[in-house]
C-alpha cells in the first residue's frame, strides 16, 4: 500500500511540458506511480480536485545560514512551497571557520544572515552539517562556500584588503576541502566587504578550483547600477576564462538613471550563452530588495572595521569626504545616490529603534535635518542590525528579466530583520499570482519550470526538481488561483497538510 496518494491532481512536472490530471502515489520518499487509473489505495489519500501538484522548489538563493541553525523546520520556507534552499551566497557564510575569526564573521554577516546566540563549533563544512543533521532541518538544504569566510580565515583579521599568493593557496585549499565534503559551489559578493578586495588573480585561483570539481559559481557582481554593464562584462569574461558554471544572482538593474540598461545588459548575457559560456541568473519577483544600511557607505570606508566606520562617519572632515563619495561614486554602488532618500525605509535599526518602517527622508523631515546627514547620523549611533528595503527597478525590467528564458527563482531571504522582506515569506506564490495569473507573463509550466526543474540542473541535482516516477518526494500540492499552499512533502513525509505547518523536521542535508 502506498503511503501517500494525490487524488486527480493537476500535474504540473517541471518539465515545462503540458499539464495534465493524474493520481500521483508516493511511497516512503519516492514517487512510485503516477496514472490516470481511479483505483489507487493508499494511508492517506489527499483529495487534489481543482489544485496543483508540482515538484518542490528550489529557492537558488537564500540565506539561511543561521537561521536553520535556531530554526530548522524553516516554516517561512516550507509554507510557500520551497522543499530545497541554497544558502551561503553573495560570498556570505559560516564556513571554515576558526575561533579567532568568530568575531570578523559575526561582524560581516550579521545584517545579512542575523543574529546566533549558540556555539560556533565547527571548523569546516563536515562539521557545520553535523550540527544541523543533530538539530533536524525542515527542508533539503545545501550550502555554498563563501568567499568571505575563506578571506577572514586566511587572512585572519586583516581581509580587507588584496591577498598574498600564499593566502590565495591556502584559500583554494580550503575551498577544495569544502567541496570535497559536499558544498555545492562557490559564491562571492564583489559588491560587499571583504570580497570587493580580491584581485582578478585571487579570483581566478579559485574558481580553478570550481572548474576542477564542476561545481558552481555564484556571484553577486560588483554594480547593479551605474555601472552594470561594466560589472557585468566583467563576470562574463571570468566565467569564459575560467569555464565555471556561472549564476548570476538577483540580476536587475538599480536607479530610475539606469533603467534602461537592462536590455543590453540582457543581450551580454545571452550572446556569451550562444558562444558557449554557461552562464545564468536568478531573481526575485519583486521591485523592491532589502541589504544592510552600512552597504550604502563608500568602499573604502567598508574596509575599516564597523567601529572605525562610526568613527569616521563622526570626524566632521571624515563624513564630508563621504558624503561626496556617496553622492559622487565612482566605480561602485552608491545606493543612496541610486534610490533616493524617499525609497529607502529602515527595517530594522537596533540602536535606533524609532526609525524602523520610515524612509530616510521621513526621519530626516522630523528631525528638520538632511537626508543623507541623518542617514550618516543613524550609522554613527548603530551598535546592532541596520537592514534596510530600497525601491531597485522598474516592473517593465522585473518583466523582462522573468520571462527571460536564462531565468530562474531564488528569494534571497534575509532573516536578520522580523518581519523583514515579504520575499522571505511569499516569494513563490506571488510569483504565481502576479505574473501567472494576474499578467500572464509566464505560463504556470514555465514559472514551475523555473522554480523546480531549472534549479535542479543548475545545482547537479539528478533526483530532485521533476514530477517523475523515482524521483524524490519533494512535492507541493497548491490553488494556484488563490496563490495557496495546501500541502507539501519533504522526502516523502508531510510538512504541510491542509495549509497547516506541521513542524516537522524531514529534510537532509544536501
Not at 19 to 29: E, Q
Not at 404 to 432: C, E, K, Q, W
Amino acid at each position: 500500500m502506498y503511503d501517500y496518494v494525490f487524488r486527480d491532481a493537476t500535474v504540473v512536472d517541471g518539465s515545462g511540458n503540458h499539464r495534465y490530471k493524474a493520481d500521483v502515489a508516493v511511497y516512503s520518499s519516492l514517487i512510485c506511480l503516477i496514472t490516470k487509473e481511479r483505483t489507487l489505495s493508499a494511508k492517506h489519500v489527499i483529495d487534489s480536485t481543482g489544485l496543483v501538484l508540482s515538484p518542490g522548489f528550489i529557492d537558488i538563493h537564500s540565506h539561511d545560514d543561521i537561521e536553520v541553525l535556531k530554526n530548522g523546520i524553516l516554516r517561512d520556507k516550507i509554507m510557500q512551497g520551497i522543499t530545497t534552499d541554497v544558502s551561503g551566497n553573495c560570498g556570505v557564510g559560516l564556513f571554515p571557520l576558526k575561533e579567532d575569526c568568530i568575531d570578523d564573521i559575526v561582524s560581516l554577516s550579521e545584517d545579512i544572515l542575523g543574529t546566533y546566540d549558540g556555539k560556533f563549533d565547527w571548523v569546516d563544512f563536515k562539521g557545520y552539517k553535523e550540527r544541523l543533521l543533530r538539530n533536524g532541518v525542515g527542508v533539503n538544504s545545501a550550502f555554498l562556500t563563501s568567499h568571505s569566510a575563506l578571506r577572514i580565515y586566511s587572512m585572519k583579521n586583516d581581509s580587507r584588503r588584496e591577498a598574498t599568493n600564499d593566502e590565495i593557496d591556502l584559500m583554494c585549499a580550503l575551498l577544495d576541502e569544502s567541496l570535497c565534503e559536499g558544498s555545492f559551489g562557490f559564491s562571492t559578493g564583489l559588491y560587499y566587504s571583504p570580497c570587493m578586495f580580491a584581485s582578478r588573480e585571487e579570483l581566478a585561483a579559485l574558481l580553478s578550483v570550481v572548474e576542477k570539481h564542476d561545481k558552481i559559481f555564484s556571484v553577486h557582481h560588483r554594480c547593479e547600477g551605474d555601472f552594470i554593464t561594466e560589472s557585468i562584462r566583467e563576470i562574463l569574461d571570468i566565467a569564459k576564462e575560467s569555464g565555471v558554471r556561472t549564476e548570476i544572482s538577483h540580476l536587475k538593474a538599480i536607479g530610475r538613471r539606469n533603467q534602461g540598461k537592462i536590455d543590453e545588459v540582457l543581450s551580454l548575457i545571452e550572446n556569451a550563452r550562444r558562444k558557449g559560456c554557461d552562464v545564468k541568473f536568478d531573481l526575485y519577483p519583486y521591485e523592491w530588495g532589502s541589504t544592510s544600511l552600512f552597504s550604502l557607505l563608500p568602499p573604502d570606508i567598508q574596509a575599516l572595521s564597523r567601529l572605525e566606520q562610526r568613527l569616521a562617519i563622526s570626524l566632521d572632515n571624515e563624513r564630508d569626504e563621504i558624503k561626496k563619495e556617496i553622492l559622487n561614486p565612482v566605480g561602485w554602488d552608491s545606493l543612496y545616490s541610486l534610490v533616493g532618500p524617499d525609497d529607502i525605509k529602515i527595517l530594522t535599526l537596533e540602536s535606533s529603534p524609532f526609525a524602523e518602517g520610515k524612509s530616510l527622508s521621513e526621519i530626516a523631515k522630523e528631525r528638520n535635518a538632511d537626508p543623507l546627514d541623518t542617514l550618516l547620523d543613524l550609522l554613527a549611533d548603530e551598535t546592532g542590525k541596520a537592514v534596510m528595503q530600497d525601491v531597485t527597478e522598474s516592473r517593465e525590467n522585473l518583466v523582462k528579466i522573468l520571462a527571460n528564458p536564462l531565468s530562474s527563482f531564488g528569494t534571497d531571504a534575509l532573516f536578520s530583520a522580523n518581519p523583514g522582506h515579504i520575499r522571505r515569506r511569499d516569494a513563490s506564490m506571488h510569483l504565481i499570482r502576479e505574473f501567472v495569473e494576474k499578467d500572464n507573463v509566464l505560463t504556470l509550466e514555465e514559472a514551475v519550470r523555473k522554480m523546480s526543474y531549472e534549479n535542479a540542473l543548475r545545482l547537479g541535482l539528478k533526483d530532485r526538481g521533476l514530477l517523475k516516477e523515482g524521483m524524490k518526494a519533494d512535492l507541493v500540492l497548491f490553488d494556484s488561483k488563490k496563490g495557496r499552499i495546501e500541502a507539501v512533502l519533504v522526502n516523502g513525509k508531510p510538512a504541510v497538510l491542509g495549509g497547516e505547518c506541521l513542524n516537522n523536521l524531514f529534510g537532509e542535508v544536501l
